[in-house]
C-alpha cells in the first residue's frame, strides 16, 4: 500500500506534488507578468528611440536633430518633433505624437537636466570631433536610449587633471550642488549609509564638498542643530537621516548596541544630560523627583546583580550621560582611594596622568 | 560673543539677500510649527557666490517653546534654557552654519572662516568658530584648522579651543593616504589628542579605511573603520569592519575615560541590488563582539518605486538588532498637487523593563507646493515610547524660497 502525507483534500502523490508545483510556478508567473509594470519592466510600446536603425539606413543626426550645430550652452534642446519624423514616415500607423510611443520620456527630462546644469556647447565640439555625433553619444549605436553621454566621454579628451586636483567643477558644472546629482560611483547611499559614508569621507571630504553643502553636515554633526533633519523634510521618509522614525523610543538600545557611536556628534556630558534631567532619570538630589534606569541591585557589594562596573566599562557614555560633570561625584563617594567600592581601573592599568589633574585627583588626594 | 556672532549672522543674511546682481543666491526661510507642547521654529538659509572666488553661507534659527514644558519641551529639537540644555527660557535660537569661503582660482589653496563642521580625514568631525584652509601642490594635499568648539544657543567656555591639520598624497585619479592630529582643551586642560590615517584606493574593488589613535595615555585605537565595496551589475556588495573604543571617545577629563579598554568589534556584509528596473533590495548583516560577548544583526529592505521618477515610492524594512527586532514601513505617493506620506514603525524590545511590550511610531504627512518657491506640509505624529505611554502631535510646516538669478 502506497502510503503518503495527507494533505487538506487527500493523499499527495508524486504528481499531485509535481501538480502542485507547477500551479505555484505558473501562479508566480502570472503574478510576476501582472507585476513587470509596477516593477518598470517596459512593455514594447514604450521602447527607446531606435537611434541605430536610422544612423545604419544612412540619416545624419542633423537630419533630425536641425540646428544642434550651432547650438550654444543655452537655448532649445533641439529634439525633433512629430513633423520631422512624418517628412519620411509620411504614412505614420497612428495619429498621435510619435514620441508619445517612441522614446521613454525620462529621455528628455536627461537632457533637459544636462543644459539646465552643464555649461556645453555643440557649435565648439563637432569640428572637434569632425561632426562625428557618436564620438560622444556612443549610446545611439546602442539598443538602449541612454543618450547624454556619460563625463568619461568629456575626460576622454579634457583630461581636467589641474581641475580635479584642485576640485574646479564650476568650468562645466554650472551650480553642482544644486545639481542634486549623485554620481555613478557613488551609491553609497543604502540602509547603512550613515556607517559607511565616514570611512568614504576621510579621504574624499573635499569631493564630497563639491556637492555638499557646510549645512549637510552640519545638520547631522553640528552641536547648534535646530532639530532632526526629518523634521524639516516632512513628508519625506526615503530621505536618510540618522535617527529616523521612532528612535526617540529606542535610542538608550541604539546606544548599548554601538557604544561609543553616539559620541562622533554628542557630548553625553552636555547633550544628554540635559534631558535626562528633564525627564528625571538622571543623577540629581537624594529624595528629589528622579526614577532609577537601573535595576535592582545595580550598586552594591560585589555580588548578584551587581553589574553596574561591567556595564559601564563596556559603555561609559551612557553612565556620562546622565553621571557626567558634577554627577561624578556619586562614583567618587564609593571609588575614591581606599573607598568601599575599590578601583576602577582595570587590572594592569598604568598611566602617566598627572594625580594632581581631573578626573584624576577626584579619587586621588595629592599632598598634604 | 553671542552678540557678536549674532550681528554676524544678520550682516551676512542682509549682505546675501541684497545683492540682486549676484548669480546663484539662495535664501530658504522654514517655519515649523507643532501642537504639543505649542513649540515654534524658524530657520533661514542662504547661501550664495559672490565671485568666482569667494561664496557665503549662513544657516540661523530662532525657536520658541513654552516656558514650563519640562518634559517634552524637546518635541521639536529646539532645547530650552542654558547651554546644557536645562532652564526656563522661551525663545531660543542659534546659528548652525556662518562661513566665508575663499578659493584661489588655481584651486591651489581654499580657505574658510566663521562658524563650521571640520571634517578632516580620520578625526572626528567638529563643529566649531575659527578658521581652515587648504593648500593643494601637485599630488599633496595640506590642510590645518583651529578654532573654539560651537557651543549650543552661542555659548562659550573659557579657554577652550581645538586645533589640527593632515597632509594627504593623491594616488591615481581618486586614491589618497593621509595623516592627520589634533587635539582639544577645555578650560586650558587637555581633552583630546589623536593622530589619523586615512587611506582610500577605488578600483574595481572600492576600498577604504581610517583609523584614529588616542595619544592620551595609555596610547591607544580609539575607532578604525575598513571597508571594500565591489559593483557588478545590478549588485553592490560591501564588507567592512569596525572596531571602536568608547572611553577613549570620552573627553580624557571625564572620570569615565580612566574605566579601561573595553573596544566594540563590528564586521559584516551590506548588499544592494536592483531586483527590477524599480525595485531595490538592500541586505545587512553584521556580527558584533565586545568584552567577550558576541551579538548579531540582520536587516532587509525593500524600496520600490511607484514611478520611473521615484516620486512615488512604497518601502519595507524589517531589521533583527542586539537588543530589539523592529519593523517600518513607508509611502510616499503623489497625488495631484499633493503629495501624501505614511511612514510607521513597530520595535519590540527584548528587554522592555516593564515599559510596553511595542513601542509603535507612525507619521501621515501631507505636501504641497500651492506656488512657485512655496512649500507645505501637514503632519499627523503618533507614538507610544518607553518616556510616555502615548502621544499625538500635530505640526505644519512652511517654506519659502527666493532664487536671485
Redesign the interface.
Known amino acids: 500500500m502506497r502510503t503518503g502525507r495527507i494533505g487538506p483534500i487527500g493523499p499527495i502523490g508524486p504528481i499531485g506534488r509535481i501538480g502542485r508545483i507547477a500551479l505555484i510556478a505558473l501562479l508566480a508567473a502570472l503574478g510576476l507578468g501582472a507585476c513587470a509594470r509596477?516593477?518598470?519592466?517596459?512593455s514594447a510600446e514604450r521602447a527607446p528611440f531606435a537611434h541605430r536603425a536610422h544612423v545604419t539606413k544612412g540619416i545624419g543626426c542633423l537630419t533630425c536633430h536641425t540646428g544642434v550645430d550651432k547650438a550654444g550652452d543655452e537655448g532649445p534642446l533641439h529634439l525633433p518633433g512629430t513633423d520631422t519624423c512624418v517628412k519620411c514616415h509620411q504614412k505614420p500607423h497612428d495619429n498621435r505624437t510619435c514620441s508619445n510611443c517612441h522614446g521613454?520620456?525620462?529621455t528628455a527630462?536627461d537632457l533637459a537636466d544636462a543644459r539646465r546644469h552643464l555649461r556645453f556647447a555643440h557649435v565648439e565640439h563637432l569640428p572637434t570631433v569632425k561632426w562625428n555625433c557618436m564620438r560622444c553619444h556612443l549610446g545611439a549605436a546602442a539598443p538602449g536610449e541612454h543618450l547624454r553621454p556619460a563625463m568619461a566621454a568629456c575626460t576622454a579628451c579634457h583630461m581636467h587633471d589641474?581641475?580635479?586636483?584642485?576640485?574646479?567643477c564650476?568650468s562645466c558644472h554650472v551650480?553642482l550642488p544644486?545639481e542634486k546629482v549623485r554620481p555613478m560611483?557613488h551609491?553609497?547611499h543604502?540602509?547603512?549609509f550613515m556607517?559607511?559614508h565616514?570611512?568614504?569621507?576621510?579621504?574624499?571630504?573635499?569631493?564630497c564638498a563639491t556637492c555638499h553643502?557646510?549645512?549637510f553636515?552640519?545638520?547631522c554633526?553640528?552641536?547648534?542643530?535646530?532639530?532632526?533633519p526629518s523634521?524639516?523634510s516632512?513628508?519625506?521618509?526615503?530621505r536618510a537621516d540618522m535617527h529616523?522614525?521612532?528612535f526617540?523610543?529606542?535610542h538608550?538600545?541604539?546606544a548599548?548596541?554601538?557604544?561609543?557611536?553616539c559620541?562622533?556628534?554628542h557630548?553625553?556630558?552636555?547633550?544628554c544630560?540635559?534631558?535626562h534631567?528633564?525627564?528625571g532619570v538622571a543623577a540629581g538630589p537624594i529624595g528629589g523627583a528622579r526614577r532609577s534606569?537601573h535595576?535592582p541591585g545595580w550598586v552594591g557589594p560585589a555580588v548578584g546583580d551587581n553589574q553596574h562596573g561591567?556595564e559601564?566599562?563596556?559603555?561609559?557614555?551612557s553612565?556620562?550621560s546622565c553621571?557626567?560633570g558634577a554627577g561624578?561625584a556619586m562614583?567618587?563617594s564609593c571609588h575614591k582611594v581606599g573607598g568601599v567600592g575599590g578601583s576602577?581601573?582595570?587590572p594592569g592599568?598604568?598611566?602617566?596622568?598627572n594625580l594632581g589633574?581631573?578626573?584624576?585627583r577626584?579619587c586621588h588626594r595629592v599632598g598634604p | 560673543m553671542r552678540r557678536r556672532l549674532t550681528g554676524l549672522g544678520t550682516a551676512l543674511l542682509l549682505a546675501l539677500a541684497a545683492r540682486p546682481a549676484a548669480a546663484?543666491w539662495?535664501l530658504r526661510g522654514?517655519v515649523?510649527a507643532g501642537v504639543a507642547p505649542p513649540v515654534g521654529?524658524v530657520?533661514l538659509?542662504a547661501?550664495g557666490r559672490a565671485s568666482?572666488w569667494l561664496t557665503a553661507?549662513a544657516?540661523v534659527?530662532t525657536?520658541a517653546t513654552r516656558a514650563d514644558a519640562?518634559?517634552d519641551?524637546?518635541a521639536?529639537?529646539?532645547?530650552v534654557?542654558g547651554?546644557?540644555?536645562?532652564g526656563n527660557d522661551d525663545i531660543v535660537g542659534?546659528?548652525?552654519?556662518i562661513?566665508l569661503?575663499m578659493r584661489a582660482p588655481?584651486?591651489?589653496a581654499e580657505a574658510r572662516v566663521g562658524?563650521?563642521?571640520a571634517?578632516?580625514?580620520?578625526l572626528?568631525?567638529l563643529?566649531l568658530d575659527g578658521a581652515a584652509a587648504?593648500a593643494?601642490q601637485?599630488?599633496f594635499r595640506v590642510e590645518g584648522f583651529a578654532g573654539i568648539?560651537?557651543?549650543?544657543?552661542?555659548g562659550a567656555a573659557a579657554f577652550d579651543w581645538t586645533a589640527g591639520g593632515r597632509v594627504?598624497r593623491?594616488f591615481g585619479?581618486?586614491g589618497?593616504?593621509?595623516l592627520a592630529y589634533y587635539q582639544r582643551r577645555g578650560v586650558g586642560?587637555l581633552e583630546d589628542e589623536e593622530v589619523?590615517v586615512?587611506?582610500?584606493w577605488?578600483g574595481p574593488v572600492?576600498v577604504?579605511?581610517?583609523a584614529a589613535l588616542d595619544l592620551?595615555?595609555?596610547i591607544g585605537l580609539s575607532?578604525a573603520?575598513?571597508?571594500a565595496?565591489a559593483?557588478s551589475g545590478p549588485l553592490?556588495v560591501?564588507v567592512?569592519v569596525?572596531s571602536?573604543?568608547?572611553?577613549r571617545?570620552?573627553?580624557?577629563?571625564?572620570?569615565?575615560?580612566?574605566?579601561?579598554?573595553?573596544p566594540?568589534h563590528?564586521a559584516g556584509v551590506?548588499a544592494?541590488m536592483r531586483?527590477?528596473?524599480?525595485?531595490d533590495v538592500?541586505l545587512?548583516a553584521s556580527l558584533?563582539a565586545?568584552?567577550g560577548e558576541p551579538?548579531a544583526?540582520v536587516?532587509v529592505?525593500a524600496?520600490?518605486?511607484?514611478d520611473?521618477?521615484g516620486d512615488g515610492?512604497v518601502?519595507l524594512?524589517l531589521r533583527r538588532?542586539?537588543?530589539?527586532t523592529?519593523t517600518?514601513a513607508?509611502?510616499?505617493a503623489p497625488m495631484g498637487r499633493l503629495?501624501?506620506?505614511?511612514?510607521c514603525?513597530a520595535?519590540i524590545?527584548d528587554d522592555p523593563?516593564g515599559r510596553g511590550a511595542v513601542?509603535?511610531?507612525a507619521?501621515a504627512?501631507?505636501?504641497a507646493a500651492p506656488a512657485r518657491h512655496w512649500e507645505t506640509?501637514l503632519?499627523l505624529e503618533a507614538?507610544?515610547?518607553?518616556?510616555y505611554s502615548s502621544r499625538m502631535q500635530l505640526?505644519a510646516?512652511l517654506s519659502r524660497r527666493w532664487d536671485v538669478p
Open positions: 509596477l516593477l518598470g519592466y517596459r521613454t520620456p525620462g527630462v589641474a581641475q580635479f586636483a584642485g576640485r574646479d564650476d551650480d544644486g560611483s551609491l553609497v543604502g540602509p547603512d556607517r559607511e565616514g570611512a568614504r569621507a576621510a579621504s574624499s571630504t573635499d569631493m553643502a557646510e549645512r553636515c552640519s545638520s554633526h553640528g552641536v547648534a542643530v535646530p532639530t532632526l523634521r524639516m516632512l513628508g519625506d521618509p526615503l529616523r522614525a521612532g526617540r523610543a529606542r538608550a538600545e541604539a548599548r548596541t554601538d557604544p561609543g557611536t559620541m562622533t556628534c557630548r553625553p556630558e552636555t547633550f544630560a540635559g534631558c534631567q528633564q525627564k534606569p535595576p561591567r559601564a566599562r563596556r559603555d561609559p557614555a553612565c556620562a553621571h557626567g561624578e562614583c567618587v576602577v581601573h582595570p592599568w598604568t598611566s602617566t596622568r589633574e581631573v578626573p584624576c577626584s | 546663484q539662495r522654514d515649523l521654529l530657520v538659509e547661501d568666482s553661507e544657516v534659527w525657536g519640562s518634559v519641551s524637546d521639536l529639537g529646539v532645547r534654557g547651554g546644557d540644555g536645562v542659534d546659528v548652525q552654519v562661513t569661503h588655481s584651486g591651489r562658524r563650521f563642521i571634517a578632516i580625514g580620520a572626528p568631525p563643529h587648504v593643494r601637485g599630488r568648539p560651537a557651543v549650543p544657543r552661542l594627504a593623491r585619479k581618486e589618497a593616504l593621509g586642560r589619523g586615512d587611506a582610500a577605488p572600492d577604504a579605511a581610517r592620551q595615555d595609555p575607532d573603520h575598513l571597508s565595496a559593483r553592490r560591501e567592512f569596525t571602536r573604543s568608547p572611553s571617545r570620552l573627553p580624557a577629563t571625564s572620570l569615565f575615560s580612566v574605566l579601561g579598554d573595553v566594540a563590528r551590506s544592494r531586483a527590477a528596473p524599480r525595485l538592500d545587512l558584533r565586545q568584552d551579538g544583526e536587516a529592505r524600496l520600490l518605486r511607484l520611473d521618477r515610492a518601502g524594512e538588532d542586539m537588543l530589539w523592529g517600518r513607508f509611502l510616499r503629495t501624501g506620506s505614511l511612514e514603525e520595535v524590545a523593563h513601542w509603535p511610531w507619521l504627512a501631507l505636501r506640509a503632519a507614538s507610544a515610547s518607553p518616556e505640526m510646516s
